[in-house]
């Protein structure tokens, strides 16, 4: 069993940065995690993903170069880097982990509550 709760949004301009948290349970360094997100109206999409280790990441085509997503294992806690935000990155954030490396959503077992970010125009 693994608990997630995510930190770190609010509301930003065009271009400003944010760095969103994910605080896990202990099991948390055992898992590979992603983060996802999900806008009014809209199906949940992936945004980013990171093994166990750190050792690899995988990025969406609409925010790689822009976002970075890291974790401290000794601390049970990932993140993901906001950069040169955009009204379209407007949306819910959720932190994941799974039991594989992967940008598909369904292959996450555990979900925290979300967090809200808006970027404003």
């Known amino acids: 069993q693994v608990q997630l709760l995510e930190f770190g949004g609010g509301l930003v301009q065009t271009g400003g940065s944010l760095r969103l948290s994910c605080a896990g349970s202990r099991a948390f360094s055992s898992y590979p995690m992603g983060w996802f997100r999900q806008a009014p109206g809209k199906e949940r999409e992936f945004v980013a993903a990171?093994?166990?280790?750190?050792?690899?990441?995988l990025y969406a085509d609409s925010v790689r170069g822009r976002f970075a997503i890291s974790r401290d294992n000794s601390k049970n806690t990932g993140y993901l880097q906001m950069n040169s935000l955009k009204p379209e990155d407007t949306a819910v954030y959720y932190c994941?982990?799974?039991?594989?490396?992967?940008?598909?959503?369904?292959?996450?077992?555990?979900w925290g509550q979300g967090t809200q970010v808006t970027v404003s125009s």
């Open positions: 990171i093994t166990w280790n750190g050792g690899a990441t």
């Open positions: 994941a982990a799974a039991g594989q490396f992967t940008r598909t959503a369904n292959q996450y077992g555990y």
